[in-house]
Every structure is written in structure tokens, then in C-alpha cells.
């Protein structure tokens, strides 16, 4: 308890010192010194050299954009790791249970809950870039409204996701695993307490992505870390003492959503970003039409990639009737998310960095060529950081391997889930540069660009899973090398040729 306490007491201390909206970054005539060295802004004058131009907007000086990147990245890395390691909690105390097709239950139950939620979560991805820019011009008013607008949407289609799990329950987990089998049986009475999760859970997303706006990221990690801690308390009283089994699981991770939910509302009125005056006028058809036009292209998105990874989990749960591939696999993915997950910071720092620079200056003349020339330096500079970040977290899933026989004790499990493990430290790398690519596609709003990416990649993912299925589990994960080497060359095209920050282009408008 007194964890607990010094944890709510530090975030109101965070929540008082530090206020929600507010300009970060300014732009002056010439590229800012705070964001741009002075070699960079030397070769910012010499359009006609591109290659050079790119050489220094490339690596890291431990200037202050890095400083910026760092103290965005590193806390919401935090953050974001904490995801996993709840879950990978979940795991081992539903593993004691000692039941293979249990386990795998549980996997299947929460593929089918992931799937349905961002499927149905696009406004965090839309709702950074929005108050950022807002953020960038100064209006403290206008970013409180974009905020509202999201929370009253979040609210609504957060309880059409839970009304789907209550109510059809069985459907949903027919995608993966056939009713006839104890993986069914198991993974029901997870999903529909899961499912509680739904409102609270959307509605803590969105609140995230305005803090992260701000460019905040203490405040959420505070928050996370107590949600968390309360899940991993209940975990062990509600699958045993209470007797619940794999359903506590699932109730355990209800209840910590519900208390960050809270905590994210209280903050957000604390700080008279959430008001209701602004709700109700957010609550109308044509604010409801701009989000979804603007959101369509990231539910396009998340529908290629998750009907693929609900295909991967079909395939998974029918390869043996014993439960032990699927769970294999489970284990696998919970040591491939706790790096892949906190490397999705490093998108964190494009989708906020980049609205901000573009949103400043442009009001002066030649202000837009010299944004996004500032912009352009930032860009690259993620993209290098996702690449280092990725090499760093494959080194520490090396190093973890010998570890991976702690989420089961069946031997049997522990055998299939080993060698897996090393395929998803070897993923990190590409993962890191693919995040951290679209994260700055975030940012420049190409979000259709994006959702063509992800789509090619699903695609290829399928097919691919199809040719190397009779390679068992290292198929499937192959088949997600052939799924992230296509997202990195579109990522890495948009990038150095096609999108608004090619070199090419910066140069040609800043001679314009």
C-alpha cells in the first residue's frame, strides 16, 4: 500500500508541476540552433548538395534534439515494456495452472480481444499528430477540443466493443480455435471478462496520445506502472484463491485498465483539458465524420494485420490438439513484445516531433521550407535511433533466452518455445526501423501511405505462412521476417524518395 500511495502522490505532483498543452519548440528564421547544429544549418544554405545535406541530418551529436528524442522515447519505452511484462505476469501464473491447452486458451482469447480493439482503436494514432499540431500553434483551446472529441468517440465505440464480447462471445473465438476443443472451452470465460476492459481501455489510450502530445511521458508511465502493479497483485488472488482460474486473468486486467482509466480522466479534469462543455459539443455527426475520415485508413490498417495475425493464431491452435505449439508460441510472442512493444517509444517521438516543427514558423515568409527542413533532420534522426534501438533490445532477448523455460513448467513446452525465442530477437532490428519510419509517417498525417504498407506486408505474411507451414512454428516465424522486410522497404522509400521529407524535396523548396 504505501508503494501504492507514493505512486498517486507522485502523479499529482507530476500533474501540477507540468500543464498538458503547451508550446515546446520554436522555429526562427533560420532552422533553430535547439533543433539543428550549426553544420547542419550551414548545409541547410546549400540546397544543391543533397547527399550532404543527408550525411549530417543522419547521426546522433547529443544535441537537443536527441535530448528531446530521449526524454520522449526512453519514458514511453518504459511504458510501453510494462505491457508485456504484465502480460508475461499473466502467463506465468496461468502456466501454474500446469494445463498446455489452457495457456493456449488464453493466447487465442487475447488475439481475438487485440484484434477487435484496434480494430476499433484508431484515435490514439490520430489523435497525436491532431493536438500536436495544435500544440505547435500555441492554442491551448483548440488542443482541449481535440482531446474532447476523441474521449467522446473513445466512450462510444469503446462500448460497441464491449457489447460484441458479451454478447457473441463464442463467434469471436471461432475465428481461432474450434468450439469443440478445451482451448475453447478455456479461452471463453477469459474473453468476456476481458472484454469488461473495453470502455476503460480506449478511453486511457486516447488519454495517453494527448499527454504524449505534450510531449509528457512521466505521467503516463506513473499511471501504467500502478494499473499494472494492481494486475499483477490480483493475478495470483483471482486464478487461485478466488478460484476463477484463466477468467481471473482476465478480470485482473479489467480492474487495472478501470483504475488507469480513472486516474487518466482525473488528470485530463484536473487540468481543464477535459471538460464538459467541450464534450457536448463534440458529441455530433460532423466531428464523429472528421475523426473517421481521417481514421480510415488506420482501420484499414489494423485490419490487414490483425486478420493476418489472427491467421497466424488459427494456424497455430490447429497444428497439434495438445495445446503445446500454441503455447509455445504464447511464450514466444511475450519475449518478442517485450522488445518490439517498447520500441514502438521511438514511433512515439516521430508522430509528436514532427507536427510540432511543421506547425511553427509558417506564418513567415519561407517559414514552411525552413520547418520542414527542421523536420527532415528530426526524421532521420528517429529513424537511426529505431535502428540502434532495435539492434540494442535483440542483444537483450539474447540474453534472456536461458530464461524463457521460467513462463511453464512443462518440459515439452519449454523445448518448442526456446529455439522461437531466437527468432524473435533477431526480428528487433527490422522492427525498430519499420516503428520508427511510420511513427514519422504519423507525423506527416500519411496515413494512407501506411495502411498500403501494412496491407502489402500482411499480404506477403500469408503467403508466405502458407509455403513454410510445413516448418511448424519456425515458419510462422519466418513468415513474420517476410511480413516486417516489406513494411521496411515502403517505410525506407517513403522516406529517402517519395514522402514530404525526401531530401529532394527540402532542398527544392528551400531554394523556391
Request: proline share 5%; charged share 10%; hydrophobic share 55%.
Amino acid at each position: 500500500m504505501t508503494v501504492v500511495f507514493a505512486l498517486i502522490g507522485a502523479i499529482s505532483l507530476t500533474s501540477a508541476r507540468v500543464p498538458l498543452v503547451r508550446p515546446t519548440v520554436r522555429l526562427s528564421a533560420r532552422p533553430p540552433r535547439a533543433l539543428v547544429t550549426a553544420d547542419a544549418a550551414l548545409a541547410l544554405e546549400q540546397p544543391s548538395q543533397p547527399s550532404a545535406s543527408r550525411k549530417w541530418r543522419l547521426w546522433p551529436c547529443g544535441d537537443d534534439l536527441d535530448r528531446k528524442i530521449a526524454n520522449l522515447a526512453l519514458p514511453a519505452m518504459l511504458n510501453l515494456a510494462i505491457f508485456p511484462l504484465a502480460g508475461a505476469v499473466d502467463v506465468y501464473w496461468v502456466g501454474r495452472m500446469g494445463n498446455a491447452q489452457v495457456l493456449a486458451g488464453m493466447g487465442a482469447a487475447n488475439q481475438v480481444f487485440s484484434t477487435l480493439f484496434w480494430l476499433i482503436a484508431f484515435l490514439p494514432s490520430v489523435t497525436t499528430p491532431r493536438v500536436a499540431d495544435a500544440i505547435g500553434r500555441g492554442d491551448r483551446e483548440l488542443a482541449a477540443a481535440r482531446v474532447c472529441e476523441a474521449v467522446a468517440l473513445a466512450v462510444t465505440l469503446g462500448f460497441f466493443g464491449f457489447l460484441l464480447v458479451q454478447l457473441f462471445p463464442a463467434a469471436l473465438l471461432r475465428v481461432v480455435t474450434p468450439p469443440s476443443s478445451s482451448i475453447f472451452a478455456a479461452a471463453r470465460p477469459y474473453l468476456r471478462y476481458r472484454g469488461l476492459s473495453f470502455v476503460p481501455a480506449l478511453v486511457s489510450a486516447v488519454a495517453f496520445s494527448a499527454f504524449r502530445a505534450e510531449m509528457d511521458a512521466i505521467t503516463p508511465l506513473l499511471i501504467t506502472l500502478l494499473a499494472n502493479a494492481i494486475n499483477c497483485i490480483l493475478d495470483p488472488i483471482l486464478i487461485f484463491s478466488a478460484g476463477l482460474g484463466v477468467a481471473g486473468a482476465g478480470l485482473a486486467t479489467a480492474v487495472s485498465e478501470v483504475v488507469s482509466c480513472a486516474l487518466f480522466v482525473a488528470l485530463l479534469v484536473r487540468r481543464r483539458i477535459l471538460r464538459a462543455d467541450l464534450l457536448r459539443k463534440s458529441l455530433n455527426a460532423e466531428t464523429a465524420s472528421q475523426l473517421f475520415a481521417a481514421g480510415g485508413a488506420v482501420q484499414l490498417r489494423s485490419l490487414s494485420i490483425q486478420a493476418a495475425f489472427l491467421y497466424v493464431a488459427r494456424t497455430v491452435a490447429r497444428m497439434d490438439t495438445s495445446g503445446v505449439a500454441a503455447a509455445a508460441h504464447q511464450i514466444t510472442l511475450q519475449f518478442w513484445q517485450l522488445g518490439g512493444i517498447a520500441l514502438l517509444a521511438i514511433s512515439t517521438a516521430g508522430s509528436v516531433i514532427i507536427p510540432a516543427l511543421r506547425a511553427q514558423g509558417v506564418a513567415e515568409p519561407g517559414g514552411r521550407a525552413r520547418a520542414d527542413a527542421a523536420a527532415a533532420c528530426a526524421a532521420d534522426r528517429v529513424m537511426l535511433w529505431g535502428g540502434a534501438m532495435g539492434c540494442a533490445l535483440g542483444c537483450a532477448l539474447l540474453a534472456l533466452l536461458p530464461f524463457a523455460s521460467v513462463l511453464s513448467p512443462l518440459p515439452e513446452v519449454q523445448r518448442a518455445a526456446r529455439p522461437l525465442a531466437l527468432f524473435a530477437a533477431l526480428l528487433q532490428p527490422l522492427v525498430g526501423l519499420v516503428f520508427a519510419g511510420e511513427g514519422v509517417m504519423q507525423g506527416l498525417n500519411c496515413f494512407g501511405a501506411i495502411a498500403a504498407l501494412t496491407t502489402a506486408g500482411s499480404v506477403a505474411m500469408v503467403v508466405a505462412l502458407r509455403l513454410l507451414a510445413p516448418l511448424g512454428l519456425s515458419g510462422v516465424w519466418l513468415s513474420f521476417f517476410v511480413f516486417n522486410i516489406v513494411r521496411l522497404l515502403g517505410v525506407l522509400r517513403h522516406h529517402f524518395r517519395s514522402g514530404p521529407l525526401a531530401v529532394s524535396r527540402v532542398s527544392r523548396r528551400l531554394a523556391a
